[in-house]
Structures are given as C-alpha cells and as structure tokens.
C-alpha cells in the first residue's frame, strides 16, 4: 500500500518561501517518479512540478518555473518543493503523487498514488 503525506503548508506573505515535504511510504518501484499538484476549488488539478529522480529529469509548469524547486530525498524517502518568490496566484491546496508509468508527466491522470494535500495561501 502506498502511502504519501505531504506537510510544510502555511500562510505566508507575497515574495516569501516555503518548503513542502511529502513523505512516501510502500513505493517500491524502481524508477522513483514523483510530482507536485496544486488545485483551487472549482478549478481542476494542475501539475506544477515532476522528478524523474533515476534520469536526473525535472519537469516544470511555466507558471512557476525559476521560482519553484523539485526534489528528493531518497534515504528518507521524502519530497521537497521549493517555493520562492510566492504569488497571490499561488494559493492552492498543494499535493504529491507517485506514478508508475508516467515518470515526468504534470498530468494528474497519469498518476497513480495521491496524498491528502496541504494548503499554501499567499497574500498580497
């Protein structure tokens, strides 16, 4: 059973940083590939950041390219995400994913293990 658990969410104030973590548990597969998503209730889940950790493969959305870092922490087993230079626009709950076949896509339905979320809200 794969397990995610994200945490590091919090208010902060335009320009700021901040860091989510998303522990992963019963992922066993051999490429580790792992992504953040972010949704705004009556908006759909976009992709904003992917590791294809084995290829040394980041992907970014364009909206937060330059701001935002991917990362991971294999001997933890834990994910990171950068965020600098925060934009009102950057409100959201924020997930991790895992996908077994879709190593560096910012598409939700090729994911297949999803966490809770964690909310980010940044004001102007």
């Known amino acids: 059973q794969v397990h995610l658990e994200e945490s590091g969410g919090g208010s902060v104030q335009a320009g700021e940083s901040l860091r989510l973590s998303c522990v992963v548990s019963g992922y066993s597969y051999r490429r580790n590939c792992l992504g953040w998503f972010r949704q705004v209730p009556g908006k759909g889940r976009e992709g904003v950041a992917a590791?294809?950790?084995?290829?040394?493969?980041?992907s970014y959305a364009e909206s937060v390219k330059g701001r935002f870092t991917i990362s991971q922490d294999n001997a933890k087993k834990t994910l990171f995400l950068q965020m600098d230079s925060l934009k009102a626009e950057d409100s959201a709950m924020y997930f991790c994913?895992?996908?077994?076949?879709?190593?560096?896509?910012?598409?939700?339905?090729?994911?297949?293990?999803w966490g809770q979320g964690t909310e980010v809200t940044v004001s102007s």
């Open positions: 590791i294809y950790f084995e290829a040394e493969h980041r």
């Open positions: 994913a895992a996908t077994r076949l879709g190593c560096g896509s910012l598409f939700q339905h090729e994911y297949d293990f």
